[in-house]
């Protein structure tokens, strides 16, 4: 053990003593760094489709618009949203909050990162592989996120390394999954009970579960998907006896619950920042513990609703449709559960709580407009237009990455030592919120006009809603470079951190700011659950 | 129900050209409504409890309340009994918008990137334009106002010899009739509808197919009865030159040898009868049995030995796959369905 004023941080030093790190809070932070490259990446990418939509006609070619298009979802989906909570947030805080020096396995950790780049290294090759498109060097995938069958199979190297980009991405998932369920069974301290563990845990523990379940599908679809490239096997090619439906039943068997594995950690990242700022017990514990699990159970039982106009019978379309109504209930639960929360306690508006209560505005727009979908009725009208895509920007945007945010500024001053400009940083929410919301809104009313989905062009009565989207695009991309500055320059000028700033409770806030190498001096013992505010 | 503001609703939807649609709106109204209720519950709790609950002091005593199980009970319940009466709505619809109507004219639907074509029966064909200035006009589905349509649609590749080419999905989706079907290559979907409403709709193609997916447009004029005889009679627009789908499909059952094993009469020969065969029960060697449909008719001309009628021998008939364009196997069926 090093002497006093030693931490994470400054306990070894040089470019190696980081990337051999076996620290959980080291690989959080090449996390952060490599996901928020990917982050800006999928951003500007995100911009360039809504340059595309700002008007009718073509203002680039159809060609570029799908992989702008594909390169958006795919890095966002693979490399963003899934690994986005549990990879650094979960990483970093999750064995701090059950009182563990680390996690259970840190080499495999380590090479959960490693995976993750090797993916990563992938889909950036991918992008100069194929027909190029623009400049004599830009090609890439142009099949969309979703790699559909018989599309993504016409012999071109460029969308097949996506793809397997996505399943080596998928290992680095799996990794930490793996390694989360073992530390939450193996490592907590002494009286952390199940029933004691931080809603953070619960959310990451129901998701490290998917992680491991459910992933390794996606690698089994991509795995078939390359032996019928290569050796000519006939899995999903009508022309080779295969069936190209079978294929959207694995990719969703896996993407479905991997919504879950996008969604959960963010509502564990919630459950902490309302309880400290409001200073508050949670309300209603178990039923959000448990809620998670339920989710995370009946997530692998619904795959079929992306499906119930691909040709499946209509009798399975309607089991997926009862089976999707379920998963409604635990989460109106949750988010009933956190407005009690609220109730008679002692709010604080600060930075962390304006992203956890946008959370809440967003994620009920996102959580209502689900039940449209899984209504088969109205889903068909629904299915694959711009609906859709405002839905699940309403809860994977709206949702992950307002929690993101929020965990993010939370447990900032924990992570680095520094406290951020909190007046800048509310700006930032400002201007997320109201960007967000201007830019995904008017495209519920798209889709109900049947605007569909990945169109490089549309009809001239769709334009007006299309701009003031567009319009609204810029400015997320705006409040993103504000959050940016503040993250850069709390970093680089903050004020020192307090070990407990927000006055919480749960384990983590026990240690200095940044904590030490190895979190703890001396292993705590628990003796009461983890929100005991009176 | 009274207390829905239908208006609000409705404006942002198409207008519903079909029953189905307008029942699908009356749903749509339902879930904005009712959305509108739970939002504006949520959001004023929350700023409620947001103004009410401010921080006072750093030393502010709050309520130490761990859960109520009443509360926990009904706010659990009421959701899920209106999910269920959502889900039970929304299948209801469903099931009426997918069930095959009695004597539903039949369109054939051939997708391919990134064009439509809409065959009739007749023969007659309709295929995308090119006006004077190179731009293109979409290609227009005519059909006579109230009386159901079915749509039996395939994905067939531009060039049926290229190889390295692949059909692709697409999907068929009307707004205006609230429907929509995927189109699969390899396969038939069915998509049926019956317009109310005289007019000119749009059709997307709502699954994504590549480069041109959104310039794969296509419309449907629902025309007065009188109007379409005219236009199926050539008034309108020329006419059927064309053989129809089911002549042609005799013209390959006499020259791909078919006439050597299977009758037009009843008479089983080295392979069962064409005569009734479509929309009859089939029953096969290992027990099994289905409807024969299109699907299950295509199934047998690509790859005979994937269900033998019982009382046939197995490895008697050729595979067509390759042998047969997905047109020809089309005209084949048509020819099957005509020999009643």
């Known amino acids: 053990m090093a002497g006093a004023g030693s931490n994470y941080l400054n306990h070894e030093k040089g470019i190696m003593s980081w990337l051999t790190s076996r620290d959980h809070k080291r690989i959080g932070l090449l996390y952060f760094y490599t996901v928020g490259f990917f982050f800006l990446l999928g951003g500007i990418f995100a911009m360039l489709i809504r340059t595309e939509l700002f008007s009718a006609g073509m203002q680039f070619t159809p060609e570029l618009y799908n992989r702008f298009m594909t390169y958006h979802g795919v890095i966002m989906v693979f490399f963003v949203i899934i690994p986005g909570i549990p990879a650094i947030l979960g990483n970093i805080i999750m064995p701090l909050q059950i009182g563990a020096r680390d996690v259970a396995f840190p080499l495999v950790n380590l090479m959960s990162w490693y995976c993750y780049i090797a993916g990563a290294a992938l889909g950036v090759a991918s992008l100069f592989m194929g027909e190029t498109v623009l400049w004599g060097i830009f090609g890439g995938a142009d099949t969309g996120w979703t790699f559909y069958t018989p599309y993504s199979i016409k012999f071109s190297a460029a969308n097949i390394t996506a793809a397997f980009a996505a399943f080596v991405a998928g290992f680095s998932s799996i990794l930490t999954g793996v390694n989360f369920v073992a530390t939450v069974h193996k490592l907590r301290c002494p009286g952390m009970t199940m029933n004691r563990i931080p809603l953070f845990v619960w959310a990451l523990y129901a998701t490290a579960i998917l992680q491991v379940l459910a992933t390794p599908v996606v690698g089994i679809t991509v795995a078939l998907l390359a032996m019928e490239n290569i050796f000519g096997i006939g899995f999903f090619d009508p022309e080779l006896g295969g069936d190209p439906v079978l294929f959207q039943h694995f990719f969703w068997f896996y993407s479905h619950p991997a919504v879950y594995i996008m969604i959960l950690p963010a509502m564990g990242v919630i459950s902490e920042l309302i309880t400290a700022f409001s200073k508050k017990t949670i309300f209603g514990y178990t039923a959000i513990a448990y809620s998670s699990l339920a989710i995370a159970g009946v997530s692998f039982l619904v795959w079929g609703h992306h499906m119930y106009v691909s040709s499946q019978s209509e009798i399975a379309g309607l089991v997926f449709s009862i089976l999707t109504m379920f998963v409604g209930v635990p989460t109106a639960i949750k988010l009933f559960n956190w407005l009690a929360t609220l109730y008679k306690g002692s709010i604080q508006m600060q930075s962390p709580m304006l992203y956890a209560l946008g959370f809440l505005f967003i994620f009920t727009i996102g959580g209502v407009t689900g039940i449209f979908l899984a209504t088969i009725a109205t889903d068909v009208h629904f299915h694959d237009t711009y609906f859709v895509v405002a839905h699940f920007h309403y809860v994977m945007v709206g949702g992950t990455l307002m929690a993101i945010m929020g965990g993010a500024l939370y447990w900032f001053p924990k992570i680095t030592g520094k406290m951020f400009n909190e007046s800048i940083a509310r700006m930032s929410f400002v201007f997320i919120f109201v960007g967000f919301n201007v830019t995904f809104f008017p495209q519920f009313i798209l889709g109900a006009m049947g605007m569909p989905r990945r169109y490089a062009d549309y009809l001239p009565a769709f334009e007006s809603l299309n701009r003031i989207s567009s319009l609204g695009s810029y400015v997320i991309g705006f409040g993103f470079i504000i959050a940016l500055y503040v993250f850069i320059n709390g970093w680089r000028k903050g004020a020192p951190a307090p070990a407990n700033p927000w006055g919480a409770k749960t384990l983590e806030w026990t240690v200095p700011s940044p904590p030490p190498h190895e979190n703890f001096d001396k292993i705590p013992t628990v003796t009461a659950g983890p929100y005991e505010y009176r | ?340």
């Open chain 2, 1 to 340: 129900m009274w207390w829905i503001p239908a208006a609000a609703a409705q404006t942002f939807m198409p207008p519903a050209a079909t029953d189905i649609a307008k029942r699908v709106n009356s749903i749509y109204e339902f879930l904005v409504i009712s959305s509108l209720i739970s939002f504006v519950i949520v959001i004023v709790g929350l700023v409620y409890f947001i103004q009410k609950y401010k921080r006072k002091s750093e030393n502010d005593k709050t309520a130490y309340i761990t859960h109520n199980y009443t509360l926990e009970f009904l706010w659990s319940f009421i959701p899920f009994v209106l999910f269920m009466v959502l889900f039970a709505w929304g299948a209801k619809v469903y099931w009426d918008m997918r069930v095959s109507p009695e004597d539903a004219m039949e369109i054939h639907v051939n997708a391919k990137k990134w064009d439509w074509e809409f065959i009739y029966k007749n023969g007659r064909k309709i295929t995308s334009d090119v006006d004077d200035k190179g731009k293109r006009i979409p290609p227009t589905m005519v059909v006579p106002v109230n009386k159901p349509v079915k749509l039996i649609m395939t994905s067939i590749k531009l060039n049926p010899n290229d190889k390295r080419d692949r059909a692709v999905l697409h999907s068929f989706f009307v707004p205006a009739f609230r429907t929509k079907q995927d189109i699969v290559p390899g396969r038939y979907t069915a998509l049926y509808f019956t317009p109310t409403k005289v007019g000119n709709f749009h059709v997307f193609c709502t699954e994504y197919c590549g480069t041109g997916h959104s310039q794969m447009l296509g419309m449907v004029k629902v025309v007065e009865d009188n109007d379409f005889n005219n236009w199926v009679l050539g008034s309108e627009g020329g006419g059927p030159k064309e053989l129809s789908m089911a002549d042609k499909g005799k013209q390959i059952y006499a020259t791909r040898a078919c006439i050597g094993c299977h009758s037009l009469d009843g008479t089983p020969m080295t392979g069962p009868t064409w005569k009734g065969l479509y929309g009859s029960d089939r029953q096969f060697n290992d027990g099994t049995s289905t409807t024969a449909d299109e699907n299950y008719l295509r199934e047998s001309i690509l790859n005979a030995n994937a269900k033998i009628v019982k009382g046939f021998t197995a490895n008697q008939m050729p595979s067509f796959q390759g042998q047969l364009t997905d047109e020809d196997v089309t005209n084949v069926i048509e020819f099957i369905k005509s020999v009643k």
